[in-house]
């Protein structure tokens, strides 16, 4: 079965950056595009960005255009996603998913950006 693990996440202050990982396992993953989505305390699934299964293409949601990027090595079968200037709004539970709604997405890894 396809099993998408995420890491990385934490505690950070305002203008500081973490880097997220995906662990992908169970599928060729070479083969699929990727997306991370987030989801804010009380508030739905919100797509962050999506990377093609080559790595040459990505997207990026308006809102962490030239802050976030998203990059993926095929043979670590791994997706990363580097957030830099993280500002309080980008708090929240970070996935990463088979599709850009997040229906197939892992267990999460936790954002906070707190002073």
């Known amino acids: 079965l396809p099993q998408l693990v995420e890491s990385g996440g934490g505690l950070v202050q305002p203008g500081g950056s973490l880097r997220l990982s995906c662990a992908a396992s169970?599928?060729?993953?070479?083969?699929?595009?990727i997306s991370w989505v987030r989801q804010a305390p009380g508030k739905g699934l919100e797509w962050v960005s999506t990377?093609?299964?080559?790595?040459?293409?990505?997207l990026y949601s308006d809102s962490v255009k030239g802050r976030f990027t998203i990059s993926r090595d095929n043979v670590k079968k791994t997706v990363y996603l580097q957030l830099n200037s993280l500002q309080t709004e980008d708090t929240g539970m970070y996935y990463c998913?088979?599709?850009?709604?997040?229906?197939?997405r892992g267990q999460g890894t936790q954002v906070t950006v707190s002073s």
């Open positions: 998913a088979l599709d850009r709604g997040g229906v197939s």
């Open positions: 169970g599928f060729t993953f070479s083969a699929f595009v």
């Open positions: 990377i093609s299964s080559d790595g040459l293409a990505t």
